[in-house]
């Protein structure tokens, strides 16, 4: 891992303003969860749990990750962007779905890749492209126009160049082929835990890939490890890092559907969440209209029904010719 790498990482925002402590985190997400509730406001029985709110945002980043036709480190960063916005943002402001989205769209900017908002919101069955754009100064400003993010894929791939390089291997040994795509795929799996938020992209690589070998045993990963890194003051805070990032690893599970499905619907009936508050507002315009389409039927049918009086009245109905006293006298003589 180039020093060079190391001293742009240790100059960004993203070391400086938004890695933290797991103590940090833990104190933040507290004081985000309570605003929940606002001064005054009665118990709240669909009040969202710090934990409820985790599950919920992990679905979503794991929803990212799974985004078709997109490279890795768009996915990445946007899955960053998204940890970031609502670190310090209530799920109750905005909707999930929605900055999901947004994210996904200002991710493809960052990084370069030529996207349409109309292509994301047809991916996600979202009728109204518009609503992403909406969305984006929205988080922008919540990211602090912070957009820089450093992700463990060119770390791993150091170190895999590194460890074929230098170790070696038992007679009639190999190294795998496959251990850099698994590696890159546990680390883009990771990123739906706090690792990112806790660690440097270097930290996170040498935790996954002190994972993975794991399942290859004739790499002497660990001695590597002390080798290379043996001799810096700090290595005993590198071994606590990776045994941490692996335990973290160790925990990654899927968030079941049913389980996502329970605390959306806790969230959407929730009178403070933005969710709500739109789906009354779209409740109530949806009545209005169909109050004002009756209103506007009830007047044609009164309209015509009156047209057609004033047409018998005057003998003019539809299908009856006007009478006169020449037609009449036609009629008798014929």
């Not at 992990?58 to 985004?67: A, L, P």
Request: glycine share 2%; net charge positive.
């Amino acid at each position: 891992i180039s020093s060079k790498r190391k001293k742009m990482f240790g100059e960004s925002t993203h070391f400086r303003e938004w890695t933290f402590t797991e103590q940090e985190l833990a104190s933040i997400r507290a004081e985000t969860n309570a605003a929940q509730k606002p001064p005054d406001a009665p118990e709240n029985e669909h009040a969202l749990t710090i934990e409820e709110e985790s599950l919920l945002k992990q679905y979503y980043e794991s929803r990212i990750i799974v985004w078709p036709n997109l490279p890795q480190k768009v996915k990445s960063t946007a899955v960053v962007y998204f940890k970031r916005f609502f670190l310090r943002t209530s799920v109750l402001a905005f909707d999930l779905k929605l900055i999901m989205l947004t994210c996904i769209f200002l991710a493809c900017k960052i990084e370069e890749r030529s996207t349409d908002v109309n292509e994301i919101a047809l991916v996600a069955g979202l009728q109204k492209p518009q609503d992403i754009l909406a969305n984006e100064l929205a988080l922008v400003s919540g990211l602090r126009f912070h957009f820089i993010v450093f992700h463990p894929y060119h770390p791993l791939q150091s170190l895999i160049s590194d460890l074929k390089a230098n170790l070696r291997l038992e007679a009639g040994k190999e190294f795998p082929t496959t251990l850099e795509s698994d590696a890159n795929q546990l680390a883009e799996r990771s990123l739906t835990t706090d690792l990112c938020l806790t660690y440097s992209p270097a930290q996170i690589a040498l935790g996954v890939l002190s994972k993975i070998t794991e399942k290859h045993p004739h790499l002497p990963f660990r001695e590597y490890v002390e080798t290379t890194y043996g001799s810096n003051p700090v290595f005993s805070e590198v071994k606590q890092a990776i045994e941490k990032i692996k335990a973290a690893l160790d925990s990654l599970t899927e968030v079941a559907k049913e389980r996502v499905t329970a605390i959306d619907k806790k969230l959407r009936m929730n009178p403070h969440s933005e969710i709500f508050k739109q789906t009354r507002a779209r409740k109530k315009k949806e009545k209005d209209e169909q109050i004002e389409l009756r209103k506007r039927q009830k007047m044609a049918k009164a309209e015509a029904q009156a047209k057609t009086e004033q047409q018998q009245i005057t003998g003019t109905a539809p299908g009856i010719p006007p009478t006169n006293s020449e037609s009449v006298n036609k009629v008798l003589n014929y």
